[in-house]
């Protein structure tokens, strides 16, 4: 007789869900996880006021659904207790092995930040302040963002090791975000835009698009309340007629393939939300423009069924030209393969098709975890799982020399969650680099030594600077000199030198390794000077120091010299004390504030910088109101709230000049008085203005005079007054002026 396990009833529904290869050991070890984390959680309420092992058990649900291995899952039901109870890491090491201890440890929360070079005098113990009455609400909140910033590179470090690990922290974050309207409005925002600025791009990176979806989704929801109602709202009020549709194009196309004898499953795919807005966001549109987009997905037994359908779906209705991706051939850099193209419908309306294979169906939905869903002859997909690893490993190199945890998750942001691009060497190699990167990132990721050499860069044989922006298919050639090592300037994000983590983090060892007293005496230079220039030289340098949580402002200067802290961190993180010294010091007569009724300088035309625009009196659009531009013939732009008649009414060979507008936004500015002096030369205040253009700098006032009598050339002398929002935007404008042709100094003015 066949031995049964008796399950309590708040775990039978995932013990139903489990992959069919678990056996019994595998069962009574989850039971066992499930007792463990119920009595450890025992009288825990969640926001919602539910029993936390609820919470548990969902994360749980979810691994499931990826078909993990059973010490994944016994770690999802045990994530939180270490963080949230009395039991230990030892504990689950005794009671569930090491694996599960690890995994479990790799998700939890810190409770104090970690000891650091700069001393521990302000570590904290027992997940408490050490000395609460002393600090501010400002100390104790910042202390919070760096504990959570610290618990994510722990994470990331973790998953550097073992991926499942962040399968966990997903999980996690997905039902987390699924309860979080029982959270506080506040709290809410925050959660939801670090989970789109970090958690969907994970899933993305990792291939799970089921969860990347789903995350993106519910974030824009909480960032974004009113631009989510009123997309959901206008797909709900097409709803019937759109699944209707559906139908018929799916049963259309099944027919299709019948009557071709291509065995293959045709399904609708589903709209998201958060796609619609991007799309609409990155072409221009307004909803109305892409709500007729339809999608359907052929899964088919192999991959020259996938060529052969794509055959027949062309030869049947007319293919867009521009809408045809081949991910088969040439997968994305996240392993995703699949066919895309885009044909003109019976009704005369395009429609998306994606095709592909079963295989490739799991692996786009479950991307890095498919390893264990997905067996292909009884065997697990052992090559294509190691080769994720390989690569996930490779994009994180960088990942122990970085001590900072800001600068570790700003690192895997550029490096890991941003797209790629495909550049190539002179020899043909190609070399895969974060999108954004420079010819000092391709230098560095071809050699260290290329790197620290490099002095100029060739695409397609012409000369670029060394910011330039790569993109796929460059073929990049590396001006290197014999001697010498990288500038420090290569260092200053405000030039946009280097981009990647990669990059930063070799660039800055080698200037470890010289002299320390030179690195002191170079970061002392470089923070005195800036400091200067920012008109803030009569600081105190200790005290600055002491605010960084250095011992001492001789081991701030190292710090600065040898590139572990950019003196642009450094007027980020002081900006908040010291910009009242700019309000209070600089006498300039300031403009009355701006009315909150609608002006054309209150908007912005994507892509047509200066173009005039024009309220239009038929809607008359008001701040906050979704609104759409429509390009006239000699009169500029006319701005429209999104549902207006005209616009909805609007013929569709007049749609093409409709353009995606936006209100500015509502930033607290402060004059400044800047200073700069440049051999004068023609089009240099139009160089200075497009410069502050582009970084969305107002200038209020300019005065220019010419020194004609000057020995060498014609010395402009040129104040300004600018309005900046902190001391870091100050800081990267100064340095960015200085960096144009023919300037000798930017510096802010005192007093006016």
Request: charged residues 30%.
């Amino acid at each position: 007789m066949k031995k049964t396990i008796e399950a309590p009833l708040g775990i039978q529904r995932l013990l139903d869900n489990l992959p069919p290869d678990y056996n019994l050991m595998d069962r009574e070890m989850l039971i066992r996880a499930y007792h463990t984390a119920e009595t450890a959680h025992g009288g825990q309420k969640r926001a919602s006021g539910e029993p936390y092992i609820n919470h548990c058990v969902a994360v749980a649900d979810i691994l499931a659904e990826m078909h993990v291995p059973p010490e994944v899952i016994a770690a999802g039901l045990l994530h939180d207790s270490v963080e949230d109870t009395t039991l230990s890491l030892d504990d689950i090491r005794r009671d569930f092995g090491e694996t599960v201890a690890k995994l479990v440890d790799g998700v939890t929360k810190l409770s104090h930040l970690p000891r650091v070079s700069r001393g521990d005098q302000h570590e904290e113990e027992d997940g408490e302040f050490s000395d609460p009455e002393i600090l501010s609400p400002e100390q104790v909140s910042k202390r919070k963002k760096d504990l959570a910033t610290e618990t994510l590179r722990k994470t990331f470090l973790a998953m550097g090791d073992d991926v499942r690990v962040v399968l966990i922290k997903l999980a996690d974050r997905v039902h987390n975000m699924r309860t979080l309207s029982y959270t506080k409005p506040d709290k809410q925002k925050r959660i939801a835009q670090e989970t789109l600025d970090i958690f969907a791009p994970l899933a993305n990176r990792l291939g799970i698009w089921q969860m990347k979806w789903e995350l993106e989704d519910l974030g824009f929801r909480y960032t974004n309340p009113d631009k989510y109602k009123e997309i959901a709202e206008q797909l709900a009020e097409r709803r019937d007629t759109r699944e209707q549709q559906m139908e018929e194009i799916v049963a259309s196309l099944q027919k299709l393939l019948e009557q071709n004898h291509i065995k293959g499953e045709v399904s609708g795919r589903p709209k998201h939300i958060y796609s619609i807005y991007r799309k609409m966001q990155l072409k221009g549109k307004a909803f109305e423009m892409v709500r007729d987009v339809r999608a359907v997905r052929v899964i088919v037994p192999d991959i020259s069924s996938c060529y052969i359908t794509l055959g027949v779906v062309h030869n049947h209705w007319r293919p867009i030209p521009t809408e045809f991706d081949d991910y088969i051939a040439a997968p994305k850099d996240n392993f995703y393969q699949s066919l895309h193209t885009a044909v003109i419908f019976d009704d005369g309306k395009p429609l998306e098709v994606q095709i592909r294979t079963s295989e490739m169906h799991q692996n786009a939905e479950y991307g890095i975890a498919a390893h264990w869903r997905y067996k292909e002859g009884g065997k697990p997909i052992e090559e294509a799982y190691e080769q994720r690893i390989l690569w996930l490993r490779r994009m994180m190199e960088w990942r122990q020399d970085v001590d900072d945890a800001q600068e570790f998750v700003d690192g895997m942001k550029t490096d890991v969650f941003q797209d790629r691009v495909y550049v190539f060497t002179p020899r043909g190699d190609i070399i895969d680099l974060p999108a954004g990167s420079t010819p000092i990132d391709f230098a560095y990721h071809v050699h260290t030594d290329i790197g620290h050499h490099c002095r100029g860069a060739k695409i397609a044989g012409k000369l670029v600077p060394l910011d330039h922006i790569l993109q796929t298919g460059d073929q990049v050639e590396i001006l290197a000199a014999k001697q010498g090592g990288p500038s420090r300037d290569w260092l200053n994000p405000s030039l946009g030198l280097v981009q990647t983590q990669r990059g930063r983090s070799k660039i800055k060892a080698w200037f470890k390794k010289q002299n320390r007293d030179q690195n002191i005496s170079q970061g002392r230079d470089l923070l005195e000077r800036e400091l200067q220039r920012l008109g803030l030289s009569d600081i105190n340098l200790e005290d600055i120091a002491g605010e960084l949580e250095f011992k001492n402002a001789e081991e701030m200067f190292e710090a600065i010299g040898c590139g572990d802290i950019t003196t642009g961190r450094i007027f980020n993180r002081l900006s908040d004390r010291y910009i009242p010294i700019i309000e209070q010091e600089d006498v300039i007569p300031v403009s009355a504030p701006r009315s909150e009724t609608a002006s054309s300088e209150a908007v912005k035309v994507l892509g047509l910088k200066g173009l005039l625009t024009i309220m239009a009196k038929c809607c008359n659009p008001a701040p906050g109101d979704p609104i759409v531009g429509y390009i006239t013939r000699g009169r500029g732009a006319t701005v429209h709230r999104q549902d207006c008649p005209n616009v909805l009414h609007m013929k569709m060979n007049d749609r093409d000049r409709l353009v995606r507008v936006t209100w500015g936004e509502h930033i607290h500015t402060y004059p400044v008085p800047i200073r700069i002096t440049a051999y004068d030369r023609h089009g240099l205040m139009g160089d200075i203005s497009n410069l502050l253009v582009n970084e969305g700098v107002n200038i209020v006032d300019v005065n220019v005079h010419i020194d004609r009598d000057s020995i060498h050339a014609d010395v402009a002398d040129m104040r300004l007054v600018v309005e900046i929002k902190d001391l870091e935007q100050l800081s990267r404008i100064l340095t960015k002026i200085e960096n144009l042709p023919n300037i000798m100094e930017a510096q802010r003015m005192r007093g006016g």
